[in-house]
């Protein structure tokens, strides 16, 4: 069994403060020790926070990142930390929930990666946003992101 090399980390093990907005936090990225292997990696942000741009009001979502490595992982801290970044930034919706997908794609150049934003309701609409880079490559178990929809969501 084959360690990851995380050398070079700047924040792993490391206390850091939380990034003021998504474009200052760094996002981190290791060797995958099972290149060659298609395997899905799932994180789940079930309590993320960003605010309104237009009432300065805090906006919640589920979101679901799924994707198969080509090579490298996000560092997972880097990626908490990251998340969080968005506490105190104004964007819509949608522009959050893209604004991570490509900011990981561009990291990592994954093999595919798929987000799924299940935002609470303001106003009365729950907004969900999904995007992905394309296919899957075939044979890959991808499970179902499991997040119903909005009923009262939990």
């Not at 069994?1 to 050398?7: A, F, N, R």
């Not at 992982?73 to 919706?93: C, I, P, Q």
């Amino acid at each position: 069994m084959s360690k990851t090399d995380v050398l070079g980390l700047s924040q792993l093990g490391q206390p850091v403060d939380l990034p003021s907005n998504p474009d200052t936090a760094v996002l981190e990225k290791v060797p995958s020790s099972h290149a060659g292997t298609d395997f899905v990696v799932r994180f789940t942000a079930p309590e993320f926070t960003s605010l309104c741009p237009m009432t300065g009001q805090p906006d919640f979502a589920h979101i679901v990142i799924d994707y198969i490595p080509d090579g490298w992982l996000v560092e997972s801290k880097s990626l908490k930390l990251y998340l969080h970044s968005f506490r105190n930034h104004g964007a819509f919706h949608e522009d959050c929930t893209i604004d991570i997908a490509k900011r990981l794609v561009g990291l990592l150049e994954p093999k595919w990666l798929r987000i799924g934003a299940y935002w609470y309701p303001r106003g009365g609409i729950p907004i969900d946003v999904f995007w992905q880079t394309g296919d899957a490559p075939k044979g890959v178990w991808i499970p179902d992101q499991g997040v119903q929809p909005y009923r009262g969501r939990g």
